[in-house]
């Protein structure tokens, strides 16, 4: 056998989570084929399309694995379907396809995540490519803002991006997707991070490594409607919010005990005041007003310590590591 055929192709994973898109995904998995065929991209890796099924109750399933079937066995463009037992979630979907395919893959690889609805068009997948063969090891689209989506759900995931970026430690760009490309150490990283509920968008970010940020016109769903409902998407931000930042819960508690402390502070200037004009007041008034104050103000205080007890919990026990080592090198090498 020559040297070259022993030589493992590189591989290029594309991970798509799909929930009830029976109508989009065979539109998806042939534009996919033809934007890997376009750009000649079929002819220089293995590529491999992950389609992950979360929980569909349409026939996605049913749709999914009819194109698995009739896929020739050994083609250039290859396709596995994972069926999640439930609706578990994007974030969930996504962690599960980029896992399977981690698994499956060996350094050099590269890997894409994408919608299955089109809107994440599959074109812009070899502008991706093209950048991680650059040395980049997290290729971000950044969506450019699209008239197309209703006013409420621009304005709240703006608001989200900069509440998030405001209070968390770290920074996401506003209209960051979930539209991306990894480099194999980038997602070795990610797969070390032990935490389990995911807020894939935050984790990405915080890994840190060489990011390139690339604007792009999202595409128009092409059938069905949106999985995320509001209730979703506010889950989503909450989840990401307090996975990120222990700072709602230490300030609120540092507010109230403020408040307390100078409202009851206050409230004995005012009757001190009060006494030495010579005004009267009921007998006993001030003392019970001052216990409440004071009841009230040591319990805050007490709550706030408690606050960042636990908020020091957490850190714990996500197991975030202290660092990430993008890459290392000696004069041994
Ligand atoms: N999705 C999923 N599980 C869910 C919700 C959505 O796998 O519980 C998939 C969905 O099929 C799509 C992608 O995640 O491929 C993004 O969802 P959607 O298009 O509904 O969100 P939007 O683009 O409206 O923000
Ligand atoms: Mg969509």
Request: hydrophobic letters at 40%; a positive charge; aromatic letters at 14%.
């Amino acid at each position: 056998m020559s040297e070259e055929l022993l030589i493992r192709k590189q591989s290029l994973f594309l991970v798509a989570p799909a929930y009830n898109e029976e109508e989009s995904v065979p539109r998806f998995v042939d534009e996919v084929d033809r934007a890997l065929k376009a750009s000649k991209l079929d002819a220089r890796y293995r590529a491999e399309l992950v389609l992950v099924d979360d929980g569909s109750t349409d026939a996605t399933y049913a749709r999914l694995s009819a194109l698995v079937e009739a896929r020739p066995r050994g083609a250039a463009r290859s396709m596995a379907v994972l069926k999640l037992s439930r609706n578990f979630g994007h974030q969930s979907a996504l962690h599960a396809g980029l896992e399977y395919a981690f698994q499956k893959s060996a350094r050099g690889d590269f890997f894409v995540v994408l919608d299955s609805d089109l809107q994440h068009p599959p074109r812009l997948i070899a502008e991706i490519v093209r950048h991680l063969e650059a040395g980049i090891h997290h290729a971000q689209m950044v969506r450019k803002d699209d008239p197309r989506e209703g006013w409420f759900k621009r304005t709240s995931s703006g608001l989200f991006y900069r509440v998030f970026s405001f209070l968390g430690s770290v920074k996401l760009p506003r209209g960051g997707s979930d539209f991306r490309g990894f480099s194999h150490p980038f997602l070795e990283a990610y797969f070390k991070l032990p935490e389990r509920e995911r807020f894939n968008r935050g984790l990405f970010t915080w890994l840190g490594f060489s990011t390139l940020q690339i604007p792009y016109e999202p595409g128009a769903r092409e059938a069905g409607v949106s999985k995320y409902s509001t209730v979703k998407m506010l889950k989503l931000g909450l989840t990401g919010i307090t996975y990120f930042s222990s700072k709602p819960l230490l300030w609120t508690l540092a507010a109230i005990t403020m408040l307390s402390v100078l409202f009851c502070g206050s409230y004995i200037a005012f009757e001190a005041v009060r006494y030495f004009h010579g005004h009267h007041y009921v007998l006993g008034w001030p003392t019970i007003v001052f216990f409440v104050c004071f009841w009230g103000g040591s319990l805050s205080f007490g709550q706030l310590l408690l606050g960042i007890y636990v908020s020091r919990i957490f850190e714990e026990v996500k197991g975030r590591p202290a660092y990430v080592i993008e890459e290392t090198r000696n004069s041994v090498d």
